[in-house]
């Protein structure tokens, strides 16, 4: 149980172009999901936290209009990168929590973004 | 706010053998999780034990246990017979209580398991 994916796996793109994520969860209902970059060799860093019905609470220094989130169901969470530019080029994470349940975060298998 | 801070970059240990790993945490909250999550190179994040603050005893899952101070704030994992597939970027993490409150990562720590 508790398993969280992500589509697509890896995206490359071209600079200037927007790129969709998705993240599910598949077996259990999440009303919180949370979004991560990690670069190369580092820890993860939170990018925002999306809540289901409402607006996503994003990080300091998170680029609101750059990274939309919308989170439209108990089981789907989606991060667009709007107008990708090279260095937007990550590795990007998504966790879910089991709503109403544990304190445990699931991670989904992450999502490879190049912009060229 | 919260920090984590795991001081140890990178660490080796041989097959069969047994290694633990540092984290130190550091909160004004009395009621928290702590958790280690590892990153094999596949990246997909993977729990491997998690603590209830308010819970004395110390939580244990097959081969790996964790050593718990709650007053000295630290928490360490213990990895017995160290086997090839823990090769991995092991992440001790900390979170409030509340399904919505977020995970603070330490800066994870390097695990190689040696023939």
């Known amino acids: 149980g508790a398993v969280v994916s992500q589509h697509p796996s890896r995206v490359i793109c071209k600079s200037g172009t927007s790129v969709k994520i998705e993240c599910r969860s598949l077996d259990f209902q999440a009303t919180t999901m949370f979004w991560y970059r990690q670069f190369p060799k580092q820890s993860l860093m939170l990018m925002a936290t999306?809540?289901?019905?409402?607006?996503?609470?994003?990080e300091q220094g998170v680029e609101k209009d750059k990274f939309l989130i919308n989170h439209a169901s108990l089981t789907l969470s989606t991060l667009t990168v709007t107008s990708a530019h090279p260095e937007d080029s990550s590795f990007y994470i998504c966790?879910?929590?089991?709503?109403?349940?544990?304190?445990?975060?699931?991670f989904g298998p992450g999502t490879r973004l190049l912009v060229l | 706010a919260q920090t984590v801070t795991q001081s140890q970059p990178e660490m080796s240990v041989q097959e069969a053998e047994t290694v633990t790993l540092s984290c130190t945490y550091d909160?004004?909250?009395?009621?928290?999780?702590l958790f280690w999550y590892k990153q094999p190179p596949s990246r997909q994040m993977i729990l491997v034990i998690r603590?209830?603050?308010?819970?004395?005893q110390n939580a244990t899952e097959n081969r790996f246990s964790v050593n718990f101070q709650k007053a000295a704030k630290s928490f360490s994992l213990k990895i017995s017979d160290s086997q090839l597939g823990d090769t991995a970027m092991y992440f001790c993490?900390?979170?409030?209580?509340?399904?919505?409150?977020?995970?603070?990562f330490g800066t994870g720590t390097r695990l190689q398991v040696t023939l």
């Open positions: 603590q209830e603050a308010y819970k004395q």
């Open positions: 966790s879910a929590s089991i709503a109403g349940g544990q304190e445990t975060q699931y």
């Open positions: 909160t004004s909250e009395s009621n928290y999780y």
């Open positions: 993490a900390f979170k409030v209580p509340g399904t919505a409150s977020k995970l603070t």
């Open positions: 999306s809540n289901e019905g409402s607006k996503a609470t994003y």
